[in-house]
C-alpha cells in the first residue's frame, strides 16, 4: 500500500467520523445532553419572548410556551414532535407542506399549482391554494425571498414546514427523544411570523 493510498483511507474515515458526530451525536442525542440543556433553559426562553411558560404534567416533559405574536396565537411544544406552530387568525384556503406525503390529504375547494421560483417547488412539494390566490401566491416575491432565507439557515434541522387550515407548523429533528435548542426558538419564531404575515396579505 503506498502512502498515498493510505492517506485516502485516513481521509474516508475522517470523513465518516464527522459525518456520524454531526448526524448522530447532533440530530439522534443518543445521551440526551442537548434534551436536558433544551429543558433547562426552556422557561428562561418563555420568558425572554414576553410568552406563558406552562409546566409539564410529569418531569420527564419539557412543557410548552403559549401567548400572541402580532395577534396570532402561538404554541411551541417540544413535547409534540418538537413542534413550533403560529395560528393564523386570517385563514386561507392554501395548503402547502415539504413533504409530499401530504399530498393525500384533503384539499378541497384548491388546486395544485407551481410556483415561478424553483427554490419554492424544491421546498414546498405539496402544492395547493384555492383559485383565486394561486397567482398571487405561484409569484410572491416576498415568498420566495422567505424561502431562500429559511433554505440556508434550517436546511437540515427542519423536519416538516407546514401550512394548512390556519396554521403554520414547523417541526425539528432533533434527538431521538424530540427537543427544540433553546436558541432556535426565536430566530424560527421570527420566520414564521414573516410567512404568516406573507400568506395573510395574500
Same mark, same amino acid.
Given at each position: 500500500?503506498?502512502?498515498?493510498?493510505?492517506? +485516502? @483511507?485516513?481521509?474516508?474515515?475522517?470523513?465518516?467520523?464527522?459525518?456520524?458526530?454531526?448526524?448522530?451525536?447532533?440530530?439522534?442525542?443518543?445521551?440526551?445532553?442537548?434534551?436536558?440543556? +433544551?429543558?433547562?433553559?426552556?422557561?428562561?426562553?418563555?420568558?425572554?419572548?414576553?410568552? $406563558?411558560?406552562?409546566?409539564?404534567?410529569?418531569?420527564?416533559?419539557?412543557?410548552?410556551?403559549?401567548? &400572541?405574536?402580532?395577534?396570532?396565537?402561538? /404554541?411551541?411544544?417540544?413535547?409534540?414532535? +418538537?413542534?413550533?406552530?403560529?395560528? *393564523?387568525?386570517?385563514?386561507? &384556503?392554501?395548503?402547502?407542506?415539504?413533504? $409530499?406525503?401530504?399530498?393525500?390529504?384533503?384539499? %378541497?375547494?384548491?388546486?395544485?399549482?407551481?410556483?415561478?421560483?424553483?427554490?419554492?417547488?424544491?421546498?414546498?412539494?405539496?402544492?395547493?391554494?384555492?383559485?383565486?390566490?394561486?397567482?398571487?401566491? =405561484?409569484?410572491? /416575491?416576498?415568498?420566495? %425571498?422567505?424561502?431562500?432565507?429559511?433554505?440556508?439557515?434550517?436546511? &437540515? $434541522?427542519?423536519?416538516? *414546514? @407546514?401550512? =394548512?387550515?390556519?396554521?403554520? /407548523?414547523?417541526?425539528?429533528?432533533?434527538?431521538? /427523544?424530540?427537543?427544540?435548542? +433553546? &436558541?432556535?426558538?426565536?430566530?424560527?419564531? $421570527?420566520?414564521?411570523?414573516?410567512?404568516?404575515?406573507?400568506?395573510?396579505? *395574500?
Amino acid at each position: 500500500m503506498n502512502i498515498v493510498t493510505s492517506i +485516502a @483511507i485516513w481521509v474516508v474515515i475522517a470523513v465518516a467520523v464527522v459525518a456520524l458526530y454531526w448526524f448522530g451525536f447532533r440530530f439522534y442525542d443518543p445521551f440526551e445532553i442537548g434534551l436536558r440543556d +433544551a429543558k433547562k433553559s426552556f422557561p428562561g426562553v418563555a420568558k425572554e419572548l414576553g410568552l $406563558e411558560f406552562v409546566a409539564p404534567t410529569s418531569g420527564e416533559y419539557v412543557g410548552e410556551i403559549k401567548g &400572541k405574536i402580532n395577534s396570532n396565537n402561538v /404554541r411551541i411544544a417540544p413535547d409534540d414532535l +418538537a413542534l413550533i406552530e403560529i395560528e *393564523l387568525h386570517d385563514r386561507i &384556503k392554501v395548503h402547502l407542506s415539504n413533504s $409530499e406525503s401530504f399530498r393525500s390529504h384533503s384539499n %378541497e375547494g384548491m388546486e395544485a399549482f407551481d410556483f415561478k421560483n424553483k427554490a419554492a417547488n424544491d421546498l414546498f412539494k405539496t402544492r395547493f391554494a384555492s383559485s383565486d390566490l394561486l397567482d398571487k401566491l =405561484s409569484s410572491s /416575491r416576498r415568498l420566495f %425571498e422567505f424561502v431562500e432565507k429559511f433554505k440556508r439557515h434550517w436546511g &437540515k $434541522e427542519v423536519e416538516d *414546514l @407546514i401550512y =394548512s387550515n390556519g396554521f403554520v /407548523r414547523v417541526t425539528f429533528r432533533y434527538g431521538f /427523544r424530540r427537543y427544540i435548542p +433553546a &436558541k432556535d426558538i426565536q430566530p424560527m419564531l $421570527e420566520d414564521l411570523v414573516v410567512l404568516a404575515d406573507i400568506l395573510q396579505s *395574500l
